[in-house]
């Protein structure tokens, strides 16, 4: 996780980078997914999967294996990288099952009270889902900028910092919510009215694993999944700050 005003970022990343900040030169080689967050971006790197992009005014020149941005050739990586085999991707796919379930489970367990109130937030009803939906597309596109004051701001950082932790927590683990809450509704679907919160997550899970194997819409749908579970936790602070008050 990278975050700050003006950004440089080069070299090989070997893991999902997250990027937050008011410009970025991107010139690096990661064999993950990138998300960027900022007013101002310069693409002329390679990105191994998705490349997520939120911005004012971006520039892409890169070779984006996730999807079908492939503009330049410039830089060579290895076959492995460029071209994995169907078994690398498999073990990725399934270490990627397993290691967000296991974290889902424990998170679930430790915030039970939490889990239902943020489940509310999108399965309530269709309108409580746009409204989750609409927060988290509202809040990406708006806190850049105040975010980059309060980091230049001695007074600010220390809130700064906070709310750039938050952001990188919803990023990494926001999903797993929404994912239960999307396996809520399939198993009422099917008849099972109870709530079942770590069967609901098996299901979730199975669900955005099967969406992204398709192109295109996986990230679509990643995309969805991140400003939802976003702005489903928001909403769910202000109610309990309300509540307090």
């Known amino acids: 996780f990278v975050a700050g005003n003006n950004l440089t970022i080069d ?62 050739t410039e830089i060579k990586v290895p076959d492995i990288i460029s071209n994995p085999s169907w078994e690398i991707k498999g073990l990725a796919i399934f270490l990627s099952f397993v290691t967000l379930l296991l974290t889902g489970v424990f998170l679930v367990w430790l915030t039970p009270v939490k889990t239902v109130q943020i489940k509310r937030k999108i399965t309530d009803s269709p309108i409580e889902l746009m409204k989750s939906l609409l927060m988290g597309i509202l809040i990406i596109f708006v806190i850049p900028f105040p975010l980059f004051i ?51 997550l098996l299901v979730g899970r199975i669900l955005s694993i099967g969406i992204n194997l398709i192109p295109r819409v996986g990230t679509v749908y990643n995309i969805i999944v991140i400003f939802t579970a976003l702005g489903a936790m928001v909403r769910m602070k202000k109610d309990l700050f309300t509540f307090k008050q």
């Open 11 to 72: 070299g090989i990343l070997n893991n999902n980078v997250y990027i937050l900040g008011n410009t970025l030169s991107y010139l690096g080689q990661a064999t993950k997914d990138v998300l960027s967050i900022t007013n101002q971006n310069s693409f002329n790197g390679y990105v191994g999967d998705d490349l997520r992009n939120f911005g004012l005014s971006s520039t892409i020149n890169s070779i984006v294996k996730g999807v079908d941005i492939d503009t330049q």
């Open 150 to 200: 309060m980091l230049v701001s001695i007074i600010g950082t220390p809130i700064a910092l906070i709310v750039s932790a938050f952001l990188l927590f919803v990023l990494l683990f926001g999903r797993i919510w929404v994912e239960l809450a999307f396996g809520t509704e399939i198993l009422r679907l099917f008849g099972i009215h109870e709530y079942r919160p770590y069967k609901s």
